[in-house]
T-cell receptor
Framework: GQNIDQPTEMTATEGAIVQINCTYQTSGFNGLFWYQQHAGEAPTFLSYNVLDGLEEKGRFSSFLSRSKGYSYLLLKELQMKDSASYLCAASGGYQKVTFGIGTKLQVIP | DTGVSQNPRHKITKRGQNVTFRCDPISEHNRLYWYRQTLGQGPEFLTYFQNEAQLEKSRLLSDRFSAERPKGSFSTLEIQRTEQGDSAMYLC?????????????FGPGTRLTVL
């Protein structure tokens, strides 16, 4: 089976940096996704890590440690529009993806 | 627009009725997934198709649920004898079999309300 843990809520200030952590336990692990989901909308892809290390994409970076079953999403220069839920998801066999409950991020002025 | 589309976007039904949802994936995508999402939760995997073959089905999917992808293109998800607990957002996603990252593209979802 697969188990994903991430904080349920976080608050950060506009312009700041926030790190959202995720731990996972899974069989047949292929890689780790991060998705962003605004309220009432479908998830949108942010990143996918297969190898250990940090991948940077603009203001967003994602890190993976396969040996530790750990990932984080780093958001820099926070903007109000970044207020959303951030879903950590592990890809296993047949590319079946198991999602965490999501971390609801609130960006405040 | 060539993204994933789902119909209807909203469905209100009475308990005990049958409902059917449709998903049209991105045209070149071989893999199609159905998820269910309730408020405050992440999407829960329901089932997965590669072309027309249904390769995996979650234990969450009771025998009241059935999904098909007859020609390997669009898919339907049917719920028979709906219950109030079936109220949720039903999300469809698709991906390329040989996609560089296996990224799943999600449709807008169908919100089901069972009265």
């Amino acid at each position: 089976g697969q188990n994903i843990d991430q904080p349920t809520e976080m608050t950060a200030t506009e312009g700041a940096i926030v790190q959202i952590n995720c731990t996972y336990q899974t069989s047949g692990f292929n890689g780790l996704f991060w998705y962003q989901q605004h309220a009432g909308e479908a998830p949108t892809f942010l990143s996918y890590n297969v190898l250990d290390g940090l991948e940077e994409k603009g203001r967003f970076s994602s890190f993976l440690s396969r040996s530790k079953g750990y990932s984080y999403l780093l958001l820099k220069e926070l903007q109000m529009k970044d207020s959303a839920s951030y879903l950590c998801a592990a890809s296993g066999g047949y590319q079946k993806v198991t999602f965490g409950i999501g971390t609801k991020l609130q960006v405040i002025p | 627009d060539t993204g994933v589309s789902q119909n209807p976007r909203h469905k209100i039904t009475k308990r005990g009725q049958n409902v059917t949802f449709r998903c049209d994936p991105i045209s070149e995508h071989n893999r199609l997934y159905w998820y269910r999402q309730t408020l405050g939760q992440g999407p829960e995997f329901l089932t997965y198709f590669q072309n027309e073959a249904q390769l995996e089905k979650s234990r969450l999917l009771s025998d009241r649920f059935s999904a098909e992808r007859p020609k390997g293109s669009f898919s339907t998800l049917e719920i028979q004898r709906t219950e109030q607990g079936d109220s949720a957002m039903y999300l469809c996603a698709s991906s390329l079999e040989a996609g560089p990252r296996g990224e799943q593209f999600f449709g807008p979802g169908t919100r089901l309300t069972v009265l």
